[in-house]
């Protein structure tokens, strides 16, 4: 199976105004290295965003017909546990759509105070409106982790997640903004 053309993402997200590099796992805080190499140490490497909301962009090569990739977009952030019920109602958030003959029907987000914030942006629903299609827009799932906040979905090839990332960087944009609007707890040891 080909590798993910990690280079050609990073050009990509350049053009668009995202400042970025292929990642090293020297990048991560030596304390976050085992909570994120599940998603940052597979085969097809993974971006360093030097600015933006996201932090990194982990890829995965899964096995279907042809090259496809999950893609885990990181928000990084002190407080959050997996363990967290509270975590889990405040970040999950996934969007809900019906189509009829290849129109959005209605469409929206469900899921905790995320998905709210992010039904209530109006260019995140233009973009969904718009992108529904979209095998990288369908697969979108927002889910808090140790540490983080990932935003995953599938991508084809480099194109397709460059062509919705602007969607992704906003949805972080309003993860990390909760984030710090919550009080999770202390640091989190687990």
């Known amino acids: 199976m080909p ?12 053009e668009l105004g995202f400042s970025c590099r292929p990642g ?3 990048d991560v805080r030596a304390d976050r290295r085992p ?26 090569e ?5 090259p496809f990739f999950n893609v885990y977009c990181i928000v990084d952030n002190d407080h959050v546990a997996d363990n967290d019920e509270n975590a889990h109602n405040l970040l999950d958030a ?15 987000w469900s899921g905790g105070v995320l998905s709210n914030m992010l039904a209530q942006d109006p ?15 369908k697969r979108i799932n927002i889910k808090a982790h140790d540490y983080c906040c990932i935003i995953e979905t ?11 990332f602007g969607m992704i960087d906003r949805i972080a ?18």
Request: aromatic content about 10%.
């Open 94 to 108: 996934s969007p809900y759509y019906q189509l009829y003959n290849g129109r959005a029907t209605s469409l929206g």
């Open 24 to 26: 090293s796992l020297s």
């Open 62 to 66: 899964v096995v279907r017909m042809g």
């Open 123 to 137: 260019q995140i629903s233009e973009e969904l409106v718009k992108n529904i299609m979209k095998e990288e827009v």
């Open 173 to 190: 944009m309003h993860a990390r903004n909760l984030m710090k609007q919550v009080h999770f707890g202390e640091n989190i040891d687990i």
């Open 154 to 164: 599938g991508v084809w090839d480099p194109a397709g997640l460059a062509s919705v």
């Open 35 to 60: 909570y994120f190499e599940r998603w940052l140490s597979n085969r097809d490497g993974f971006v360093t965003m030097e600015r933006g909301n996201v932090d990194y962009i982990g890829i995965e």
């Open 3 to 14: 590798i993910f053309p990690l280079d050609s993402l990073v050009d990509a997200l350049s």
